[in-house]
């Protein structure tokens, strides 16, 4: 029961993004111009400083940056379901919240991922030197990713009451972590103000553990990472579980209002 619950409450939002195909188009327009225009002069007016490619560093930061704020923008179709009263009728079979939360995560995870890829098709176009390993690894990185800002998704929408008010809040809570967490400047020797702010920004650990992975072997690589995967591994993983777990209760408690 609770298995084809979450299998049925993914492939209802995979089937939101399929049968709406602009939402998929539209949804890769910021990351093409922010790596292409933004890394591109970057990389022509810095580049010369510093030894590494800018913009191959911005396409990995815009990678996970994506993945997570779409999937945790995604997690809006929670309060959509709420005022459709689709969510009610969940709610009243016998399925755990958890299952609820987990089904919606892995299905904006879904819709994410499929935008990741066709990120990643894009970088070969514009020359980003990958191998078969790199691209497992960004492959299998992006998955964690998804349903890491889907998680946070769930913390931050559901003690939201509208999508109006949602949509109005979650450009502030998204913006400064983009600038916070390195997407497209290195963040290693911030203010120390600045760098407990980012720290505090779950973003950082996925934009970080995202060019872990790229730059694994590379001689940029201390340059460019901040932390070990592993230990991002780690961060995210409680993050992950903390997220879900108050970010259920909270939404529990507030259906129950």
């Not at 225009?37 to 990389?43: A, D, E, K, N, P």
């Not at 299905?107 to 935008?115: D, K």
């Amino acid at each position: 029961m609770e298995l084809s619950a979450i299998v049925a409450l993914a492939y209802r939002d995979l089937m939101k993004l399929i049968r709406d195909p602009i939402r998929l188009v539209t949804s890769l327009i910021f990351p093409v111009i922010f790596i292409g225009i933004l890394g591109g002069s970057f990389q022509s007016g810095f580049g010369s400083m510093i030894d590494y490619d800018f913009m191959h560093f911005v396409f990995v930061g815009v990678l996970a940056q994506t993945l997570f704020q779409s999937s945790a923008l995604g997690i809006i179709s929670l309060i959509e379901d709420r005022q459709n009263d689709f969510i009610q009728e969940v709610f009243v079979s016998p399925i755990s919240r958890y299952t609820i939360v987990i089904g919606k995560i892995i299905g904006e995870s879904l819709v994410s991922l499929i935008q990741g890829i066709a990120i990643l098709g894009f970088g070969v176009v514009i020359g980003i030197p990958f191998d078969i390993s790199v691209v497992l690894g960004l492959v299998v990185v992006s998955v964690i990713v998804c349903v890491f800002g889907g998680s946070f998704g769930i913390l931050v929408l559901s003690n939201l009451k509208s999508q109006r008010i949602a949509n109005q809040i979650f450009p502030f809570i998204m913006l400064p972590q983009i600038f916070l967490s390195g997407v497209f400047t290195p963040i290693g020797d911030l203010p120390i103000v600045l760098d407990v702010l980012s720290r505090l920004s779950p973003m950082r650990y996925a934009v970080d553990l995202a060019r872990g992975i790229y730059y694994e072997g590379k001689t940029e690589y201390n340059s460019v990472v901040l932390t070990e995967p592993s230990i991002n591994l780690i961060v995210i993983f409680g993050l992950f579980s903390t997220f879900v777990i108050f970010g259920t209760w909270l939404f529990v408690r507030n259906e129950r209002k």
